[in-house]
């Protein structure tokens, strides 16, 4: 219930190239994996900060690391990681960051945290559940083109005005407050089936990624990042869906690229360089992980390094 199985661990440690007394920093906690494995790695002048929007997350890590003196363990978002990790060490620059994006297991698998279609729960899917506003009250409210915006850009779901169109006109009668009371709604208006999937897993997904902004988390904690690493740190991000994936694929390449303009001349000037260098291309899970971690299936993981 309380467990979270890392993905890509190894390949992640290997993307960071630690140095063993540098200043690391995970800025998806989670249940800490990833977090164990750069601690086993750093050397006792090393420090890692550990970042996680999820009170749960942050409680689980103390209990955990109680005795872990290099460890900083902050509540927060990742889109104000500069702040939070300047804010808990003395140095001004780290040596690396990684991203974990999308949910842990035990905010899935805990009904009270409304992320499962599978389980009857509050509709609620916020990360952080001390801010913001749950699903339910935002489906309150939102105009049906609001609504299926969302569901058709942020799940990619064909169906988004069909399914817009039935919660408006369901929440007339009675709120959608339960999850299984949106899957069901949802399943009545998905007409074609996926292999594998429930009808209602692209709406969740939507839902779920409009509430935590998470998108625009992505966007300035990848910002930040570029601004906390050090010369030659490294940018380690695992994504899960074509559209985090995306969002790092480009991050990556809009500033491990010459400007297009300076591109043209036949010198460019000095200072010109872009701040990143692609490491690689993008990885995958080993086929034994994938077989025995549903989740790594569609784990994507992308390195970049800061140029001196
Ligand atoms: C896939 S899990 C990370 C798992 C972790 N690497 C491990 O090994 O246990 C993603 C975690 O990131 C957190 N998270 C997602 N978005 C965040 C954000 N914008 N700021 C901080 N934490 C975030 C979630 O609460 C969740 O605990």
Same mark, same amino acid.
């Given at each position: 219930?309380?467990?979270?199985?890392?993905?890509?661990?190894?390949?992640?440690? +290997?993307? =960071?190239?630690?140095?063993?007394?540098?200043?690391?920093?995970?800025?998806?906690?989670?249940?800490?994996?990833?977090?164990?494995?750069?601690?086993?790695?750093?050397?006792?002048?090393?420090?890692?900060?550990? &970042?996680?929007?999820?009170?749960?997350? &942050?409680?689980?890590?103390?209990?955990?690391?109680?005795?872990?003196?290099?460890?900083? =363990?902050?509540?927060?978002?990742?889109?104000?990681?500069?702040?939070?990790?300047?804010?808990?060490?003395?140095?001004?620059?780290?040596?690396?960051?990684?991203?974990?994006? $999308?949910?842990?297991?035990?905010?899935?698998?805990?009904?009270? %945290?409304?992320?499962?279609?599978?389980?009857?729960?509050?509709?609620?899917?916020?990360?952080?559940?001390?801010? $913001?506003?749950?699903?339910?009250?935002?489906? +309150?409210?939102?105009?049906?083109?609001?609504?299926?915006?969302?569901?058709?850009?942020? $799940?990619?779901?064909?169906?988004?005005?069909? &399914?817009?169109?039935?919660?408006?006109?369901?929440?007339?009668?009675?709120?959608?407050?339960?999850?299984?009371?949106?899957?069901? =709604?949802?399943?009545?208006?998905?007409?074609?089936? +996926?292999?594998?999937?429930?009808?209602?897993?692209?709406?969740?997904?939507?839902?779920?990624?409009?509430?935590?902004?998470?998108? $625009?988390?992505?966007?300035?904690?990848?910002?930040?990042? =570029?601004?906390?690493?050090?010369?030659?740190?490294?940018?380690?991000?695992?994504?899960?869906?074509?559209?985090?994936?995306?969002?790092?694929?480009?991050?990556?390449?809009?500033?491990?690229?010459?400007?297009?303009?300076?591109?043209?001349?036949?010198?460019?000037?000095?200072?010109? +360089?872009?701040?990143?260098?692609?490491?690689?291309?993008?990885? %995958?899970?080993?086929?034994?992980?994938?077989?025995?971690?549903?989740?790594?299936?569609?784990?994507?993981?992308?390195?970049?390094?800061?140029?001196?």
């Amino acid at each position: 219930m309380d467990e979270h199985t890392p993905v890509l661990v190894e390949e992640a440690l +290997e993307a =960071l190239a630690l140095r063993p007394g540098g200043l690391y920093v995970d800025a998806t906690f989670g249940r800490g994996g990833h977090s164990a494995r750069i601690l086993e790695a750093l050397g006792s002048g090393g420090e890692l900060v550990a &970042i996680d929007r999820d009170p749960a997350a &942050i409680a689980a890590g103390r209990t955990r690391f109680a005795h872990e003196a290099r460890l900083h =363990l902050v509540h927060g978002e990742f889109a104000e990681l500069a702040t939070l990790v300047l804010a808990h060490t003395t140095r001004t620059h780290c040596d690396g960051v990684l991203f974990d994006f $999308g949910v842990a297991s035990p905010q899935l698998d805990d009904a009270a %945290r409304g992320f499962s279609f599978g389980k009857d729960g509050p509709l609620d899917m916020r990360m952080d559940p001390t801010s $913001g506003q749950p699903v339910s009250v935002w489906l +309150e409210h939102a105009g049906a083109d609001e609504i299926r915006h969302v569901i058709a850009t942020l $799940g990619e779901e064909r169906f988004a005005s069909r &399914i817009a169109a039935e919660i408006v006109r369901s929440r007339g009668a009675q709120p959608l407050t339960r999850t299984t009371e949106l899957a069901a =709604l949802v399943a009545r208006c998905v007409r074609t089936r +996926e292999p594998g999937k429930h009808p209602a897993t692209r709406t969740f997904q939507a839902l779920r990624m409009y509430i935590n902004d998470e998108l $625009g988390q992505m966007q300035r904690g990848l910002e930040q990042a =570029l601004q906390l690493l050090a010369a030659g740190g490294r940018l380690v991000a695992i994504s899960f869906h074509s559209l985090e994936d995306r969002l790092v694929k480009r991050f990556i390449r809009v500033h491990s690229e010459l400007d297009p303009v300076l591109a043209r001349l036949p010198r460019p000037p000095a200072g010109a +360089e872009p701040p990143l260098r692609r490491i690689g291309s993008k990885q %995958r899970a080993s086929a034994a992980e994938r077989a025995a971690n549903p989740r790594a299936r569609s784990a994507v993981l992308r390195i970049a390094e800061r140029r001196p």
